[in-house]
Each structure stands twice: as C-alpha cells, then as structure tokens.
C-alpha cells in the first residue's frame, strides 16, 4: 500500500511569508543597547555622538572588546576565566621588556608576546582539560600568579615608551589618502573613511542576501521582503551614521579596524566552522558531545590557548596606549570581559552565545562608563549601575528561558 503526503508542497516565495515575530532572547540586546545610547545623549545634551567622543569610546575600550571576543568562546564552552587581567598586565610587561629594554623589533617582540600568551593559554588548558581542575580554580590561580610575575618582570615600576608603530596601532588613524569631502552642514570627512562604510554595507547586504537564499533554497522561513529590506536599511543607516562621525574627526581608528577584522574572523569561527559547532555542543550538552564524538579535550584546550593570545593582544593594545606597560595594568579587566559577555546574551550554563554579542555587550559597559563621566557621576555610582545592568542582562536570559520552557 503507498502512501502519499496530502499536505501540499509550499513554495519558497510562500515561505517568506510567515507572520512577523521577534526573538526577545536574541533582539533584546540590541534594544537595550538602542535606548541606553539614546538616554545618555540626552542626559549629556548630545556630546554622547560627538564625533571625537564616540571615536574615545572605541579607543579607550577595545582592549575590552577584545578580551570579550575570547571570553564569549570559553563562556560557550562551560567555563571561565579569571585571569584574563593579570595575562594582559603579565604579557603588557614581556613587550615592554622586549622593545624597550632589548630594543627588539617591534614584530618580533609583538610574535614573540602573542606566542607567550598562547604558551600561558597552553598552561591553564592543560590544567582544565586533562587534568580535570574547574577552570574556576585553575584561573583564579593564574590571576594570582601572573600578576606576581608581572610584578617581578617589572620589578614594580613601569617600563616605556613604546615605538610609534605600537602607539599608532592603540591610539592612531588611518591617514586622509584622498582628502576630505564636503558634506554640507556636517563640515568635511574623509574620503576613504567613507568609502569603507558603504563597502562594509555592501558586505552586509551581500552576506544576508546570500543567507535569505539559501534559507529559502532549503525551503526554510525567512523574514518577509518588506521587513528584510527594513533591516538592512536599519543596518545600513546605523553603520554609515558611525563611519561618517568618525570620518568627521580623525578618519577610522586603526583599533576599530583591528577589531573589525576580529570580529568577522570569530563569528566565522563560531558559527560556520567544526570547530565553533563543537564549541557550542561541549557547553551545551557534554556528555552529548562526547557521546557524538567531539574531542572534549582538545576544544577546551585550545580554547584556553585562544583565550592566552587575545589577552596578549590586548595588553599589547592597552600597554602602547597609556605608552608604558604598569604593575597595576589589567586590574578588573577580565570582570570587564565577562560582564560584556553576559550581558551580550551569553548563558551562564553555556551553549549560547555570539561573538557580536559579546561586542554589544563590551559597547554598552563602554557607553555607560562613558556617559555617566560626561555627566559628572562619581565612580561609586558608575560601579552601581554596572552592576545593576549586569544582574539584569542575567535575570533577564533566565526569564526568556523559562518562558520558552513554559
């Protein structure tokens, strides 16, 4: 007897046309996000926007924002670090070591850093992945001990200046190689900054056409034409509105470029690669992921090792910045990273959890430091309201959970 599917075949052009719905879980961010940029630019009366203004807040947090790129990672997987702050004073001080005192050159001693780093990430992953410690204990261990060595490698002082190459990268732009251009009541811009905004939209818009038709290809849901256009044109105005601030004041910073290339390397990683989809399967479900035989082991190890290398660029970053490598650098910033990526919408249990999320989150902590300084706040209350959006972001995550669950 054969048997056939009454039900009939549904187009992909039909698919499109599902009924309008938003996932609180993963727009709440950026909603968030959304209203805290617009309250603060009215709490300061506009200086939040201002070109030289949004430019700081992109300089004077990307450390941050790197750390989170590789926080985000170990949260997915299940674990922590704690020692995020002292690697970045510790590897801080071996550049300063190196270029300064050695006069080695600076590529070298930049490598050279980067390989310390992984060697440290090496470390603490062996310690957690195959030798079985919580990477809570492993970590908090570490905080401790490379801050000590990084007050023994300084001997308690700080070690600079750095070469110029090394400052442009933490606090330089790109240079005007066409000039500016006029753009009528906003003054001039430059030029090349300009243009790649429009071609950073353009990617955009390639990379989520390409997505919507495969999705449709394979026949599954995808956002009505009208709201996708919507989105892109949302996307759209959101990046050349940036770009053409910092166009206005010292082109694009070298930082944001830095951090751009990372961000779209990692949410590669993340979400097309075995690697990242292991990634996500070890904080998710372990014994899952064993069972389907993911190599446990070997992911939460280099994990560690990527973790090591981000925190040694950034001290590298945070070091040619303040153009000397301190005792004191690093203090709080693994708090920092880990704060921007839950609230980024990372799950305290693992499994969930995106790179850009993580970035939104790192900006957010960024904004808020940055405007309740405009407005003349003391640091106490900064802290408090840290805290505050960081218990939220987390109540917030277990609410949709369970609701999702009910």
Same mark, same amino acid.
């Given at each position: 007897m054969t048997t056939t599917d009454a039900r009939p075949a549904v187009p992909p052009v039909e698919r499109s046309k599902r009924r309008i719905s938003i996932n609180p879980r993963q727009s709440g961010i950026y909603v968030a996000f959304a209203l805290i940029v617009v309250l603060f630019e009215v *709490?300061?009366?506009?200086? *939040? %926007?201002?070109p030289q203004n949004i430019s700081n807040i992109i300089v004077q947090n990307s450390y941050v924002l790197i750390l989170a790129i590789g926080m985000i990672l170990v949260i997915? /997987?299940? #674990?922590?670090? %704690? /020692?995020?702050?002292?690697?970045?004073? $510790?590897?801080?001080?071996? /550049?300063? @070591? %190196? $270029?300064?005192?050695?006069?080695?050159?600076?590529?070298?001693?930049? %490598?050279?850093t980067l390989a310390v780093g992984a060697a440290i990430g090496a470390w603490q992953g062996y310690w957690v992945a195959y030798f079985g410690i919580p990477a809570f204990i492993v970590t908090l261990a570490g905080m401790l001990a490379f801050r000590a060595l990084t007050l023994t490698v300084l001997g308690n002082q700080g070690i600079g200046p750095f070469p110029d190459?090394?400052?442009t990268l933490s606090n330089g732009f790109t240079d005007g190689y066409l000039g500016n251009i006029g753009l009528g009541p906003l003054g001039g811009a430059d030029l090349v900054s300009l243009l790649a905004g429009v071609a950073a939209v353009a990617g955009i818009v390639f990379t989520q056409w390409r997505k919507r038709m495969g999705r449709l290809g394979y026949g599954q849901d995808v956002d009505p034409f009208p709201l996708f256009v919507l989105k892109l044109a949302g996307i759209a105005v959101l990046v050349l509105a940036l770009v053409v601030q910092l166009a206005r004041f010292k082109n694009l910073p070298w930082v944001l470029? *830095?951090?751009t290339v990372l961000v779209l390397g990692y949410s590669l990683v993340a979400g097309k690669s075995v690697?990242?989809? #292991?990634?996500?399967? @070890?904080?998710?479900n372990l014994q899952a992921a064993t069972l389907s035989g993911v190599k446990v082991k070997q992911v939460t190890f280099w994990i560690f090792v990527n973790m090591g290398v981000l925190a040694a660029l950034a001290g590298i970053i945070f070091a040619g910045r303040l153009n000397q490598a301190g005792p004191t650098a690093g203090v709080n910033f693994e708090l920092d990273a880990i704060a921007a990526a839950f609230i980024g919408g990372a799950a305290v249990q693992g499994g969930v959890g995106k790179v850009v999320g993580a970035i939104t989150g790192g900006l957010i902590m960024a904004v808020i430091n940055n405007g309740m300084s405009l407005i003349g706040a003391p640091s106490e209350r900064v802290m408090l309201v840290k805290g505050v959006v960081l218990l939220a972001a987390v109540a917030y995550d277990i609410w949709t959970k369970r609701r999702a669950a009910s």
């Open positions: *709490l300061t009366g506009g200086a *939040l %926007l201002e997915i /997987s299940g #674990h922590i670090d %704690l /020692s995020a702050g002292s690697v970045v004073a $510790m590897t801080g001080a071996v /550049s300063a @070591v %190196l $270029m300064v005192n050695a006069k080695v050159p600076w590529g070298w001693a930049v %490598l050279i190459t090394i400052r470029i *830095l951090l690697f990242g989809r #292991h990634i996500y399967a @070890v904080g998710g």
